[in-house]
């Protein structure tokens, strides 16, 4: 099975006085620009879906994508390249084993 070329955009946060007045949006704008610049095929995040949507972001198993965390809605993906997805499981560097998602 090929390897696909992914980076995860994660953590993201914006101390209290400064939310709601884009820096966080920016923050993704710039992050997936990044993403982009570096070559990845796409990019997966753990967020809030009502927020991550906006920028392109979708629920990744509807793609067939899984992840290693058994999380659903909250695991969504950005294709960089659509013709680049493929269903399997997406899984993270081993930096991220000991991270757990809150329930």
Known sequence: ???KSGLGLAPLAVVPQWQRHG???E???A???TCA????EFVVVLGVPS?????GFQKASLLGIENEYGVDDE???APL???SLTPGLAKYASEFANVSTPH
């Not at 610049?37 to 990845?40: L, P, S, V």
């Not at 927020?51 to 920028?55: I, M, P, T, V």
């Open 81 to 83: 390249r659509a013709e």
């Open 31 to 33: 992050g997936l620009a």
């Open 23 to 25: 820096a966080g949006a």
């Open 27 to 29: 923050l993704v704008r």
């Open 37 to 40: 610049d570096a070559g990845g």
């Open 51 to 55: 927020y991550y949507c906006r920028f």
């Open 75 to 77: 695991f969504m993906i």
């Open 1 to 3: 099975m090929e390897s």
